[in-house]
């Protein structure tokens, strides 16, 4: 694959970044941010998971410009129905445009297209699944129609991200990664501060650069709760405001 010399400078200081980083949801972030400035795209979304009884159980998706409802009525009731479920299967990783998968006219008839594409606007995917060994999870962008297909090299640049994100999700987790691994670190940290579970769920919510407006609305509290929140976890965690707070927990 031949890239232009600013892209590969650019993909070797985000490998740098990633062979330094072990926080599992700083990971989807980092591989989130760098995918939006290199490959453009409408929406997207960044999964682990784990293979169980022959199944994908799906965990902790993470998404930078897809709306918290969108992401959560994908994995409810649409996940199971993707027509790219196939790859999931898999034992090697794969690297897939939807357009090579299925023509265009009978994606157009699929449930998902119709229900849960079209509605966003979404209508070409790129997508990988993480695997080595284990299955690790999965990444996947959309474009509109007008913006036109994915190209070979996109795809060979997400393949080549894979290979190396899937090689340090593999050191980081030789055995493979559980959704009590994220849970580990909300009870280190609840532990540490004395926080409620609902502050854990604030704190998290605001690991995804997400707004008070936006906070409330994913949590279906208000604004007015939502600050209350934060200014309890600001007393207990000894900030002063939401920098000071990021960089605490990173």
């Known amino acids: 694959m031949e890239l232009s010399n600013t892209r590969w400078y650019n993909f070797q200081g985000f490998l740098l970044g990633l062979y330094r980083q072990n926080r599992l949801d700083e990971i989807q972030k980092m591989v989130m941010d760098y995918l939006q400035s290199e ?7 960044f999964d682990y998971g784990r293979a169980v009884d022959e199944a994908i159980l799906f965990f902790h998706p993470y998404s930078g410009n ?7 009525d994908y994995y409810q009731n649409y996940q199971q129905k993707d027509y790219t479920v196939w790859n999931f299967s898999r034992t090697e990783p794969v690297v897939y445009r939807d357009s090579d998968l299925m023509p265009d006219h009978l994606r157009e008839k699929s449930r998902i297209y119709q229900q849960w594409m079209q509605p966003l606007g979404a209508y070409y995917g790129l997508g990988c699944t993480i695997v080595r060994r284990h299955f690790y999870g999965s990444v996947t962008m959309f474009r509109t129609k007008e913006m036109g297909d994915f190209t070979g090299e996109e795809l060979s640049l997400l393949g080549l991200l894979n290979t190396h994100l899937a090689s340090h999700l593999q050191m980081l987790y030789p055995n493979g990664i559980r959704e009590s691994d994220f849970r580990a670190v909300d009870e280190s940290l609840m532990g540490k501060y004395h926080l409620t579970e609902r502050e854990m769920e604030i704190l998290r919510q605001l690991g995804e650069g997400l707004t008070n407006q936006e906070i409330g609305r994913r949590l279906c509290i208000s604004e007015v709760t939502v600050k209350k929140h934060m200014s309890h976890i600001f007393e207990k965690m000894q900030v002063k405001n939401r920098n000071q707070l990021l960089l605490k927990l990173h």
């Open 39 to 45: 490959i453009v795209h409408q929406c997207s979304m």
């Open 66 to 72: 897809l709306d918290g409802q969108a992401l959560q």
